[in-house]
């Protein structure tokens, strides 16, 4: 099984996570997968899905929201593939099961 297909993705500021919408090759075209992965994640497994300046805003000696939040934000999403495929691997059983669309 592999992820080949980003559907939608955010980032929650405040709880420093992705929640991420995607397909792998054994979904039907009416099967979606969505999981919630810690930031910090993305980190431990050598991946960098997040530009540099976003790390600004996840700061915690900076409480006031930024309204300008989504502007900076800059997913790759073919590294975002990478890692969940790699992320998956690994733990197996933190694979989300399939949802209906």
């Known amino acids: 099984m592999e992820v080949v297909d980003?559907?939608?993705?955010?980032?929650?500021?405040?709880k420093k996570q992705i929640e991420v919408s995607f397909k792998m090759n054994t979904?039907?075209?009416?099967?979606i997968r969505t999981d919630l992965?810690?930031?910090q994640e993305f980190?431990?497994?050598g991946y960098n899905v997040i530009d540099e300046n976003i790390t600004q805003f996840f700061s915690d000696d900076d409480?006031?929201?930024e309204e300008d939040f989504d502007d900076f934000?800059?997913?790759d999403e073919d590294t975002l593939v990478q890692f969940l495929n790699e992320y998956y691997i690994v733990n197996p059983k933190k694979?989300?099961?399939t949802e209906l669309m």
């Open 43 to 45: 980190s431990n497994y």
């Open 27 to 31: 979904d039907s075209d009416d099967e």
């Open 73 to 75: 934000i800059d997913i």
């Open 63 to 65: 409480d006031e929201f």
């Open 37 to 39: 992965i810690e930031i």
């Open 95 to 97: 694979l989300p099961k």
């Open 6 to 14: 980003i559907i939608s993705y955010y980032i929650f500021e405040e």
